[in-house]
């Protein structure tokens, strides 16, 4: 699990095909990597990524054709960007909101334009993820944990402060870039408990009578 709250920008220094997959390795731009181990989960721009080698100037993972095919990591080149989050400990801070790593589709970025001295981010995503996406709920964008100002169809808007700007890849981000986009994952618990998917109608109706529902 992740927190969404970036911990430095680092960058793409090269990808490896091998087998039909990729081996990408990653400049973490001086993050410690200390309380790292091999096997350990890195967020990459919101793609949780296991650690298979490590060294003094990054490390390296394996990246499958699926994850390639379902976020923006199959679009990038050596040097671009990359936000990066070690996995969240039990000790740690809960800055931002809970977030899997587990990216839900790729969005695109519509427009960005001054707000005072901040900026207002336009997004688009998928039909198929809008629905999960309500005004003043969390959104998790590129592993970038934002508040969603407005929604409209399947358009979303969020305020950036230069603070987050400047530290994590959305420097580098323009309108038509695409993203990464992780849905909040309670929107999608409670969807399922209220479709009633996989529940037998009579735990149903026991679960409504014991809270005093039926």
Known sequence: MFTGIIQVVGRIARLEPR????????????????????????????????????DARGFSADVSNETLSLTTLG????????????????????????????????????SVTPDGRS??????????????????????????SLTVNEVNGSRFGVNLIPH????????????????NIEVDVVARYVERLLSGEGQSPRLDEAFLKQHGFA
């Open 19 to 54: 087998g039909g997959d990729v081996r990408l390795h990653v400049d973490t731009a001086g993050l410690d990597l200390a309380d790292v181990q091999l096997g350990d989960s890195i967020a990459v721009s919101g793609v949780c990524l296991t650690a298979v080698t490590l």
């Open 75 to 110: 679009q990038h080149k050596a040097g671009d960007p990359v936000n990066l989050e070690k996995a969240l400990r039990l000790a740690d801070r809960l800055g931002g909101h809970m977030v899997s790593g587990h990216v839900d589709g790729v969005g695109k970025v519509i």
């Open 119 to 144: 900026q207002r981010w336009t997004f688009e995503v998928p039909s198929s993820l809008a629905r999960y996406i309500a005004a003043k709920g969390s959104i998790c964008i590129d592993g970038t």
């Open 164 to 179: 987050t700007v400047a530290h994590t890849a959305f420097h580098a981000r323009r309108p038509g870039d695409a993203v």
